[in-house]
C-alpha cells in the first residue's frame, strides 16, 4: 500500500484527493500546511486521519511512505530534497523544478536513496493523449511534419500573486507553457536541434507572460507553441504529416480528438474527463513505487530534465 502524505494543501491537492480515490493499494494518511487551520480544514473536507502544521512533522511519520507536493514551483527543489531526505518517494507537481540545475539536483539524491521520484505531467497518461501517439506511430499521417500547441488564459492575477510574482516561480513558460512542451516533444522528441522565441515579460514583476516559441528537429520537423497568462488564445493543439493531420480541442485535458485527411474526417473520439482523469498518473506513481521502480518509463526524470533545459534556454536563464 502507498501511504501518501500531501505536501501543501493548496488548489492542486483537492484534484489529487479526488483522483486517487479511485487508484487502488493507495490511500492518503496525512496532510501538511504552513498553517495548521488551513491542514485541519483540509484533512476534515476530505476524511484524512491527520493534518500537520508545517512539514517537518509530515516527512518524519513513520505511516507515510510517499509525499505528493503541491506547493508553489519556487519551492518544489527544497521539498522534493526534505522528502527524499527524509526516505520517503516523491511525486511533485509540474514543474518539476524551476530550472535544469535543480532538476539535477533532485535526480541526483533520489538515486543516492534509491528512492521513486516523478513529475505530476497529466499527458503522457490521458487517453487522448495515447489515442494521438498511437495514431502517429502508426503512420496513420504520414510523416510528421508540425506540431503545434498553444495554453493561454487572460488571468495573470495581481503581481504579489502566484502567477507574477517571482519568489513564488511566477511565469507563463513554467506554469502553463511546459504542457505545450511536453506535448510536443512528446511527439517529436525530447532533443530538438534548434530552439528559438519570443518572449513577454511583464513590466510590473519582470516574469514572462506569453510567449511563442519553435523547436526544430532533425529531418525538418517543427514545433511551434504558445503560452500566455494575459490572453484569450485558441487553447487547442494539432499535429501535421505528409498524409493527415489531428486536431485536438483544449489540447491540455482533450475532450474532442479529429483524425483527417486531406479531404476527409476519418475518426472522432470524444472523452469525458473531469478531475479523476488525474488517476492515470497516480496509478503510474502507485504501480512504479509498488514494483520498486525508481523511476516511471512513460515520464522519466531525463524527460523532466529535457524539458527544464528547453525552458531554460527560453528564458535564458
Known amino acids: 500500500?502507498?501511504?501518501?502524505?500531501?505536501?501543501?494543501?493548496?488548489?492542486?491537492?483537492?484534484?489529487?484527493?479526488?483522483?486517487?480515490?479511485?487508484?487502488?493499494n493507495s490511500r492518503i494518511a496525512a496532510?501538511?500546511?504552513?498553517?495548521?487551520?488551513?491542514?485541519?480544514?483540509?484533512?476534515?473536507?476530505?476524511?484524512?486521519?491527520?493534518?500537520?502544521?508545517?512539514?517537518?512533522?509530515?516527512?518524519?511519520?513513520p505511516e507515510v511512505n510517499a509525499v505528493y507536493i503541491a506547493s508553489v514551483h519556487s519551492v518544489h527543489k527544497e521539498l522534493i530534497l526534505r522528502g527524499l531526505a527524509a526516505g520517503k518517494h516523491v511525486f511533485c507537481e509540474k514543474p518539476l523544478c524551476m530550472n535544469a540545475g535543480?532538476?539535477?539536483?533532485?535526480?541526483?539524491?533520489?538515486?543516492?536513496?534509491?528512492l521513486f521520484l516523478m513529475e505530476a505531467m497529466a499527458l503522457p497518461f490521458l487517453p487522448a493523449h495515447r489515442k494521438i501517439r498511437k495514431w502517429v506511430a502508426d503512420g496513420r499521417i504520414g510523416?510528421?511534419?508540425?506540431?503545434?500547441?498553444?495554453?493561454?488564459?487572460?488571468?495573470?492575477?495581481?503581481?504579489?500573486?502566484?502567477?507574477?510574482?517571482?519568489?513564488?516561480?511566477?511565469?507563463?513558460?513554467?506554469?502553463?507553457g511546459v504542457y505545450t512542451l511536453h506535448f510536443a516533444c512528446g511527439i517529436l522528441g525530447y532533443s530538438p536541434t534548434e530552439i528559438t522565441g519570443v518572449t513577454r515579460f511583464s513590466p510590473e514583476t519582470g516574469v514572462d507572460t506569453g510567449g511563442t516559441y519553435s523547436l526544430l528537429y532533425p529531418g525538418g520537423a517543427v514545433a511551434a507553441l504558445t503560452c500566455g497568462i494575459d490572453y484569450l488564445g485558441p487553447y487547442d493543439g494539432a499535429v501535421f504529416g505528409t498524409e493527415g493531420k489531428i486536431f485536438v480541442s483544449d489540447f491540455s485535458w482533450p475532450g474532442h480528438?479529429?483524425?483527417?485527411?486531406?479531404?476527409?474526417?476519418?475518426?472522432?473520439?470524444?472523452?469525458?474527463?473531469?478531475e479523476e482523469s488525474y488517476q492515470h498518473e497516480i496509478n503510474e506513481a502507485v504501480s512504479c513505487i509498488l514494483a520498486g521502480k525508481p523511476e516511471s518509463d512513460i515520464m522519466p526524470l531525463w524527460k523532466s530534465l529535457k524539458a527544464a533545459e528547453i525552458i531554460d534556454k527560453l528564458l535564458k536563464v
Open 143 to 176: 510523416e510528421v511534419r508540425l506540431v503545434r500547441a498553444d495554453f493561454s488564459f487572460n488571468d495573470p492575477g495581481p503581481p504579489e500573486g502566484r502567477l507574477l510574482a517571482p519568489a513564488l516561480g511566477g511565469g507563463a513558460l513554467l506554469d502553463i
Open 1 to 24: 500500500m502507498v501511504r501518501w502524505g500531501i505536501v501543501c494543501a493548496a488548489k492542486f491537492a483537492h484534484k489529487f484527493v479526488k483522483a486517487e480515490a479511485v487508484v487502488e
Open 102 to 114: 535543480e532538476v539535477r539536483e533532485c535526480m541526483t539524491a533520489a538515486r543516492e536513496k534509491g
Open 257 to 274: 480528438l479529429e483524425l483527417r485527411s486531406k479531404t476527409a474526417l476519418l475518426e472522432a473520439w470524444d472523452f469525458s474527463q473531469g
Open 31 to 61: 496532510v501538511a500546511a504552513r498553517d495548521a487551520g488551513k491542514a485541519e480544514a483540509f484533512a476534515g473536507l476530505h476524511g484524512i486521519p491527520k493534518a500537520y502544521g508545517g512539514y517537518e512533522r509530515l516527512f518524519a511519520d
